[in-house]
């Protein structure tokens, strides 16, 4: 049974490009969250995708967006990349929109120079 | 503002000694609690959460925490500690009636046991 997958692992972009991240979402699972976690801090919510559409978001700007396929795999993008955006981006899958446990992939390390 | 805190950075224990790793937080209502560990170059994984009930949850690799309403804590603790608990320890609550995605985590403990 596959567990929630992220590619790629890592990768280094420079400011003001953009930037594309994918996750497949652990088997039966249909719910995708991405978070967004800085060197030394917790995890903090970008948005949530359930049923193709985005459901919840958190307080992130308009250049971070995303997209959910019939397949329930997902993708975060940035847009206009900042220094600042530089963080490990994790993405978690669960059953539901609103509830079920959240299981986490290992995430994927972007450094914007 | 709702928050989660997590006082100290880094816990250093002795193998064999308990371990307690702190944890408050600052919601309205009756949050649902979670303690998630993060290994080296690896996902998330939750340890132990409540719901509602007993008070003393019991987790994953003999782990437990202590839900005290009055004083808003939820410290995770452990009788004896193994030189494989290494590792980053997050707090975490869901605030009522929020998705299961809508999850505010502390800052991060980091947890390291010398043989």
């Known amino acids: 049974d596959a567990g929630v997958t992220q590619s790629p692992t890592h990768l280094i972009k420079t400011r003001g490009q953009q930037v594309t991240l994918r996750c497949s979402p652990k088997s039966g699972h249909d719910t995708v969250s991405w978070y967004q976690q800085a060197l030394g801090q917790g995890p903090q919510f970008i948005f949530q995708y359930y049923e193709e559409e985005e459901r919840q978001r958190g307080n992130f700007p308009d250049r971070f967006s995303g997209h959910q396929f019939p397949n329930y795999s997902s993708e975060l993008n940035v847009n206009a990349l900042l220094l600042g955006d530089s963080a490990l981006y994790l993405c978690?899958?669960?059953?539901?929109?609103?509830?079920?446990?959240?299981?986490f992939g290992e995430g994927s390390r972007l450094t914007v120079l | 503002a709702q928050s989660v805190a997590q006082p100290e950075d880094q816990v250093n224990v002795a193998e064999g000694n308990p371990l307690t790793v702190k944890c408050t937080y600052s919601?309205?209502?009756?949050?649902?609690l979670f303690w998630y560990v993060q290994y080296p170059n690896r996902g998330l994984q939750v340890l132990l959460k409540?719901?509602?009930?007993?008070?003393l949850v019991k987790g994953s690799y003999g782990f437990e925490a202590e839900f005290n309403k009055s004083q808003t804590s939820f410290h995770l603790k452990k009788p004896s500690a193994l030189v494989s608990d290494s590792a980053l320890y997050f707090c975490a609550v869901r605030l009522p009636g929020s998705s299961a995605s809508k999850i505010i985590f502390g800052s991060g403990t980091r947890l390291s046991i010398r043989p």
């Open positions: 978690a899958s669960s059953l539901g929109s609103n509830t079920g446990e959240l299981f």
């Open positions: 409540y719901i509602t009930g007993d008070n």
């Open positions: 919601v309205s209502g009756n949050p649902y």
